[in-house]
């Protein structure tokens, strides 16, 4: 006689496929987005750097940008005058 055991074990064993093949998946979607998003990180710190390499470039030729973004000619330093 059969104790009945192995009834579901089929099912069961379906079952844990479907859950793995889904698990599977999500890492999958998960390392995607990682590695979109360092992507991302990345491209930014690239034009962050580009950026301030163009400060620097205009600062030293007289220039400055302005708030909304134009580009003017850096103002005169002002001379202090010394007494005499």
Do not use: Y
Not at 1 to 13: H, I, K, L, P, W
Not at 29 to 36: E, G, P, Q, V
Not at 56 to 79: H, K, N, Q, W
Request: with cysteine.
């Amino acid at each position: 006689m059969s104790c009945g055991c192995s009834r579901g074990t089929g099912s069961v064993e379906s079952h844990e496929r479907e859950l793995n093949v889904h698990v599977a998946e999500s890492n999958e979607k998960l390392r995607s987005r990682a590695r979109a998003s360092s992507d991302a990180d990345n491209e930014v710190r690239i034009r962050s750097e580009e950026l301030e390499t163009l400060r620097t470039s205009l600062e030293a030729e007289g220039f400055v940008a302005t708030a909304d973004g134009d580009v003017m000619r850096a103002p005169e330093p002002e001379i202090a005058e010394t007494s005499r």
